[in-house]
Nanobody
């Protein structure tokens, strides 16, 4: 059972990146999928969540209006489109799977390895 996040990289402020979270041995359609991020010296924080089917999502205030979470259960994948990136978005981004509508780290059943996003000013 594995989640794999990918798509990170180095981008200039104002640019865009699209992260992917793919399940291996895990059907993502059975779970809420949540994106977190962790900047150096800071705690891991919730940024976006999508429900099983994909008709319900929510975001942290820090990314609302700039990031969009979506899913394609046929591809067993969840995506995070990140637009208008800011230097403060620099962090390691993680995807996680939860069987319930939680937003805290303790609610997550499975975690993927992170992908680094660096936004230069």
């Amino acid at each position: 059972v594995q989640l794999q996040a990918s798509g990170g990289g180095l981008v200039q402020a104002g640019g865009s990146l699209k992260l992917s979270c793919v399940g291996s041995g895990l059907s993502l359609g059975n779970y809420y999928i949540v994106w977190f991020r962790q900047a150096p010296g800071k705690e891991r924080e919730f940024i976006a969540r999508i429900n099983w089917i994909g008709w319900s999502s929510d975001y942290s205030d820090s990314v609302k209006g700039r990031f969009t979470i979506s899913r394609n259960n046929a591809e067993n994948a969840v995506y995070l489109q990140m637009n208008s990136l800011k230097p403060e978005d620099t962090a390691v981004y993680y995807c996680a799977a939860s069987g319930r509508a939680g937003r805290s780290i303790g609610d997550m059943f499975y975690w993927g390895k992170g992908t680094q996003v660096t936004v230069s000013s």
